[in-house]
C-alpha cells in the first residue's frame, strides 16, 4: 500500500520553500503533487500602485537570480508601449548583462546539484568559479544582485573599459571546460545519479508546455534568443544547445553548453561594443495608453510580460509569468517512477525558482 | 497534437512563418466561435471572442501546434466581472485571445488542457474567477484567512478589511 512522503516546505534539499508531496510504494515514487504559494508577496498588485519608474525598482526583487530579466523584459514591453528604441551600445550592454546572469545563474545550479548528489568537491570547484562572473556583474553594474543596469529606454551604466573583462572570461572558460564538463560527464559518481533519472520525455514536454533548458533538454529547440530575436543576438549569432535524452544529465550538459555559448557571445559582444548613448530618453518619459506583450529567454526560460496602461503614471496591470510557473508542474511526471533517493536531485534539475513562481 | 517541424530546426536561428502559413493561422484564429479581428501589433496577433468555447480553443492549439504561455486577468469596472486574455506563442509571437466573465464565471480551459490549471486556479485566487468545469480550484497562491478575489480594487477579503469593517 502505497504512503505519504513529503518534502518541504522547508527542507535542506530544497533552496526556496515548496512542498512536494510523494506517494511512495517501497522506495518507488507512484506519483507526486506540488504545493506552492509559501512566499508569496503580490509584487503584480503592488505594482499597480507605484510609478512606471518605481516599478522597475519593485519588480527587480521578484527574484533574486535573474533579477535584471524582469526588469530588462518590462523595460522593453514599456518601450513597445511608448515607441522607444534603446541604442545600440544599450542594447549591447543589456546583452552582456543577461548573458552573466545566465552564467551565473546556471553556476549556481550547477553547485547545488553537485550538492544534491554529494560531489562537493565539484560544488567547490563550480561556487569558485561563480565568483568570478559575480566579480564581473560586480564591477559593470555596481551590484551582485539586483543590478540596477535597466531604465525605459536604455542602460544605467556604461563599460568603460570592455577588455578589462576579456581575460576573467579565459580563466571562465578554461574552467568550465577542463574542471566542471568533465566532472559532471565523465565521473562515474556523476553518470550514476544524471543518467537516465528523472525523464521528461518530448511528448511529456509538450504537454506540460515547459520552457527554457528543461524543454531543450528533451529535444524541443525553443529559445525567444532564437525563436522571437531580441537584443544582439541575430547580429552575435547566437547558436541554441538542445539535448534529447530528457534526463537529469541532458538538463546538465544544455545548461553547460548555454554557459560556453554565454562566455562566447559576452566576449563578442564586449569587442564589438558599438559607441553611442545609453539611453534614448532623458529622465521619465510618458507611457502613452496602450499594451504590449514582451518574451525574453531567462535563465530558467521564457519570461512572460504582459503589460497594460492607460496614459497614466502607473501601470495598469503589470502580468508576470515566470518560466518556473510553468516547469515546476511537470517535476510531477519526472518524478513518476523514480526513486525516492533521486527526488532531491530530479526536482533541483528543473531549477525550480519559488521567489518567481509566487512572486 | 500536430508535429511541430520548427522544434526540429537544425541550431540556427529559425525562420519565422512563410506568408501562407501565416495567413492560415490568421484564418484559424477567425474561425474561432464569437471570434472579431484579429488585430496585428509588431508580431504579436490579438483576437476578441464575444464567448469563450474551451474545446475550439484546445482544438486551435492542437491544429496549429501552438503552445499556451498563461492568462492575463483585469479586474473591469463592472462589478464583479474579469477581463481574462489567453496567451499562446507559435514560438514566433504571442497570440492573443481576449474573453471576459459573464456573472463573475467563465468555462475552464482546463478540462481540454489540463497545463493551463495553475493559471486558472491563481486568477480563482486574485480575481474570484469562477472557471466553470475546474476539476480543482484549490487555493494556489491564497493565504489562510484571505478570500478570492483580494487582488481586485477595494477587495474586503483580506483579514486586515475584515478587520477594519469590524471595526467601524
Same mark, same amino acid.
Not at chain 1, 507605484?50 to 526588469?71: A, F, K, M, P, Y
Not at chain 1, 544524471?194 to 531543450?216: Q, T
Not at chain 1, 518619459?285 to 514582451?294: D, K, L, V
Given at each position: 500500500?502505497?504512503?505519504?512522503? @513529503?518534502?518541504?516546505?522547508? !527542507?535542506?534539499? =530544497?533552496?526556496?520553500?515548496?512542498?512536494? %508531496?510523494?506517494?511512495?510504494?517501497?522506495?518507488?515514487?507512484?506519483?507526486?503533487?506540488?504545493?506552492?504559494?509559501?512566499?508569496?508577496?503580490?509584487?503584480?498588485?503592488? /505594482?499597480?500602485?507605484?510609478?512606471?519608474?518605481?516599478?522597475?525598482?519593485?519588480?527587480?526583487?521578484?527574484?533574486?537570480?535573474?533579477? +535584471?530579466?524582469?526588469?530588462?523584459?518590462?523595460?522593453?514591453?514599456? &518601450?513597445?508601449?511608448?515607441?522607444?528604441?534603446?541604442?545600440? %551600445?544599450?542594447?549591447?550592454?543589456?546583452?552582456?548583462?543577461?548573458?552573466?546572469?545566465?552564467?551565473? *545563474? !546556471?553556476?549556481?545550479?550547477?553547485?547545488?546539484?553537485?550538492?544534491?548528489?554529494?560531489? !562537493?568537491?565539484?560544488?567547490?570547484?563550480?561556487?569558485?568559479?561563480?565568483?568570478?562572473?559575480?566579480?564581473?556583474?560586480?564591477?559593470?553594474?555596481? +551590484?551582485?544582485? +539586483?543590478?540596477?543596469? +535597466?531604465?525605459? #529606454?536604455?542602460?544605467?551604466?556604461?563599460?568603460?573599459? @570592455?577588455? *578589462? !573583462?576579456?581575460?576573467?572570461?579565459?580563466?571562465?572558460?578554461?574552467?568550465?571546460?577542463?574542471?566542471?564538463?568533465?566532472?559532471?560527464?565523465?565521473?562515474?559518481?556523476?553518470?550514476?545519479?544524471?543518467?537516465?533519472?528523472?525523464? =521528461?520525455?518530448? &511528448?511529456?514536454?509538450?504537454?506540460?508546455?515547459?520552457?527554457?533548458?528543461?524543454?531543450?533538454?528533451?529535444?524541443?529547440?525553443?529559445?525567444?534568443?532564437?525563436?522571437?530575436?531580441?537584443? /544582439?543576438?541575430?547580429?552575435?549569432?547566437?547558436?541554441?544547445?538542445?539535448?534529447?535524452? #530528457?534526463?537529469?544529465?541532458?538538463?546538465?550538459?544544455?545548461?553547460? #553548453?548555454?554557459?560556453?555559448?554565454?562566455? %562566447?557571445?559576452?566576449?563578442?559582444?564586449?569587442? *564589438?561594443?558599438?559607441?553611442?548613448?545609453?539611453? /534614448?530618453?532623458?529622465?521619465?518619459?510618458?507611457? @502613452?495608453?496602450?499594451?504590449?506583450?514582451?518574451?525574453?529567454?531567462?535563465?530558467?526560460?521564457?519570461?512572460?510580460?504582459?503589460?497594460?496602461s492607460d496614459g497614466g503614471p502607473k501601470p495598469v496591470r503589470v502580468k508576470i509569468r515566470t518560466p518556473s510557473f510553468v516547469n515546476i508542474p511537470a517535476i510531477e511526471p519526472m518524478l513518476k517512477g523514480a526513486a525516492l533517493a533521486d527526488l532531491a536531485i530530479i526536482q533541483a534539475s528543473a531549477d525550480p525558482c519559488i521567489s518567481c513562481t509566487d512572486r | 497534437m500536430t508535429t511541430r517541424p520548427d522544434l526540429a530546426a537544425p541550431a540556427s536561428l529559425a525562420p519565422d512563418l512563410s506568408g501562407a502559413a501565416l495567413n492560415a493561422l490568421i484564418g484559424a484564429l477567425a474561425a474561432l466561435p464569437g471570434a472579431s479581428g484579429p488585430q496585428r501589433r509588431g508580431r504579436a496577433l490579438s483576437i476578441a471572442l464575444d464567448r469563450f468555447e474551451p474545446e475550439a480553443v484546445a482544438a486551435l492549439i492542437g491544429a496549429q501546434a501552438l503552445r499556451f504561455l498563461t492568462i492575463t486577468a483585469t479586474a473591469r469596472q463592472a462589478a464583479g466581472e474579469t477581463e481574462l486574455r489567453y496567451h499562446l506563442t507559435d514560438e514566433h509571437r504571442v497570440i492573443t485571445l481576449r474573453a471576459a466573465t459573464r456573472n463573475a464565471a467563465i468555462a475552464a480551459l482546463t478540462p481540454c488542457l489540463p497545463v493551463a490549471s495553475w493559471a486558472e486556479r491563481e486568477i480563482h485566487d486574485l480575481y474570484a474567477v469562477n472557471f466553470l468545469g475546474h476539476p480543482d480550484l484549490a487555493p494556489l497562491f491564497r493565504p489562510p484567512g484571505f478570500e478570492p478575489g483580494f487582488f481586485r480594487p477595494g477587495a474586503s477579503g483580506t483579514p486586515a478589511a475584515r478587520a477594519a469593517t469590524l471595526k467601524a
Open positions: 500500500m502505497p504512503y505519504t512522503v @513529503p518534502l518541504g516546505p522547508y !527542507h535542506p534539499a =530544497l533552496e526556496e520553500p515548496f512542498k512536494i %508531496r510523494t506517494q511512495v510504494e517501497g522506495e518507488r515514487i507512484v506519483s507526486a503533487t506540488i504545493d506552492v504559494g509559501f512566499s508569496f508577496r503580490g509584487i503584480e498588485r503592488i /505594482a499597480q500602485g507605484r510609478n512606471w519608474l518605481d516599478v522597475i525598482t519593485l519588480i527587480e526583487r521578484v527574484c533574486g537570480i535573474c533579477s +535584471n530579466t524582469h526588469t530588462m523584459t518590462f523595460c522593453m514591453a514599456v &518601450e513597445k508601449i511608448a515607441g522607444v528604441a534603446a541604442p545600440p %551600445r544599450a542594447v549591447y550592454i543589456r546583452t552582456i548583462v543577461a548573458e552573466l546572469e545566465r552564467l551565473h *545563474s !546556471h553556476l549556481l545550479w550547477a553547485g547545488l546539484a553537485a550538492e544534491d548528489i554529494g560531489f !562537493h568537491t565539484l560544488f567547490m570547484e563550480v561556487f569558485d568559479l561563480r565568483e568570478l562572473v559575480m566579480d564581473m556583474l560586480e564591477a559593470i553594474t555596481g +551590484n551582485r544582485v +539586483n543590478y540596477g543596469m +535597466n531604465r525605459i #529606454g536604455g542602460v544605467r551604466r556604461d563599460i568603460l573599459d @570592455p577588455a *578589462s !573583462h576579456l581575460p576573467a572570461l579565459a580563466t571562465l572558460e578554461k574552467g568550465l571546460t577542463q574542471t566542471i564538463v568533465p566532472g559532471f560527464t565523465q565521473s562515474r559518481t556523476a553518470e550514476r545519479r544524471l543518467k537516465g533519472v528523472g525523464v =521528461l520525455s518530448r &511528448e511529456e514536454a509538450l504537454r506540460w508546455a515547459v520552457v527554457g533548458p528543461v524543454a531543450r533538454a528533451s529535444g524541443l529547440c525553443i529559445d525567444v534568443r532564437k525563436d522571437e530575436p531580441y537584443l /544582439a543576438y541575430v547580429a552575435l549569432g547566437f547558436v541554441p544547445q538542445v539535448q534529447e535524452a #530528457g534526463d537529469v544529465m541532458a538538463r546538465v550538459i544544455v545548461r553547460v #553548453g548555454e554557459m560556453i555559448e554565454a562566455i %562566447r557571445l559576452i566576449r563578442l559582444a564586449l569587442v *564589438s561594443l558599438p559607441a553611442g548613448p545609453l539611453t /534614448a530618453v532623458e529622465g521619465a518619459p510618458a507611457i @502613452p495608453a496602450g499594451e504590449a506583450t514582451m518574451r525574453t529567454e531567462a535563465p530558467r526560460g521564457e519570461a512572460f510580460y504582459d503589460i497594460q | -
